[in-house]
Nanobody
Framework: QVQLVESGGGLVQPGGSLRLSCAAS????????MQWYRQAPGKERELVAG????????NYADSVKGRFTISRDNTKNTMYLEMNSLKPEDSAVYYC???????????WGQGTQVTVSS
């Protein structure tokens, strides 16, 4: 049974930082592209950042470039999102996704809430 469990969300003031984690089990983690998405109330889910299977290739949404850093540790089956200089518009539920483009399969976590407010 595949499980993706996000953690690390919470309430933070503008300009603050948070580190999200996504712990995976039940799959061969190193074979999956990992991505972070977010969804704010009334908005569509959007891709925030992605990382290749070995961690050497990353991509970011323009809105978070220079502020967010995605990383992964294949020995711990865990992906991270370091978020700095947070803005109120970063408030959303953040989801992690595991994507296998060869087998055309993907899995989602349950999400973790991030609220940026003074």
């Amino acid at each position: 049974q595949v499980q993706l469990v996000e953690s690390g969300g919470g309430l933070v003031q503008p300009g603050g930082s948070l580190r999200l984690s996504c712990a995976a089990s039940g799959l061969t983690f190193r074979r999956y592209i990992m991505q972070w998405y977010r969804q704010a109330p009334g908005k569509e889910r959007e891709l925030v950042a992605g990382i290749g299977t070995r961690g050497s290739i990353t991509n970011y949404a323009d809105s978070v470039k220079g502020r967010f850093t995605i990383s992964r540790d294949n020995t711990k089956n865990t992906m991270y999102l370091e978020m700095n200089s947070l803005k109120p518009e970063d408030s959303a539920v953040y989801y992690c996704q595991a994507l296998d483009t060869v087998l055309n399969t993907n899995y989602w976590g349950q999400g973790t809430q991030v609220t940026v407010s003074s």
